[in-house]
């Protein structure tokens, strides 16, 4: 019961994070590259440390190349970031 309290916890915090990514970068990308390259991600925060999950090879390198600065300027707006893995 504990674990599942905790996972369901976790994804809504991911949720969160994606939809305050959503939100933060939403003034400077339309709303196709918002669904296509921002949306499917999940995020997890450890005290500061950020795991950017991507569905798949192609999406990470496409993140890295075209918004990486951009999803760290987001999230550095909002929190301390001690670091940013693409995975």
């Known amino acids: 019961e504990y674990m599942k309290v905790i996972n369901i916890c976790d994804k809504l915090n991911s949720i969160n994070l994606t939809q305050f990514l959503v939100e933060k970068l939403s003034d400077n990308l339309d709303s196709i590259k918002i669904d296509t390259w921002i949306k499917p991600l999940e995020i997890e925060n450890n005290n500061g440390d950020f795991k950017i999950i991507c569905p798949n090879a192609f ?15 987001a999230l550095e707006s909002k929190f301390s970031v001690k670091s940013i893995i693409f995975m």
């Open 59 to 73: 999406h990470i390198d496409i993140i890295k190349k075209r918004y990486e600065d951009m999803i760290m300027s």
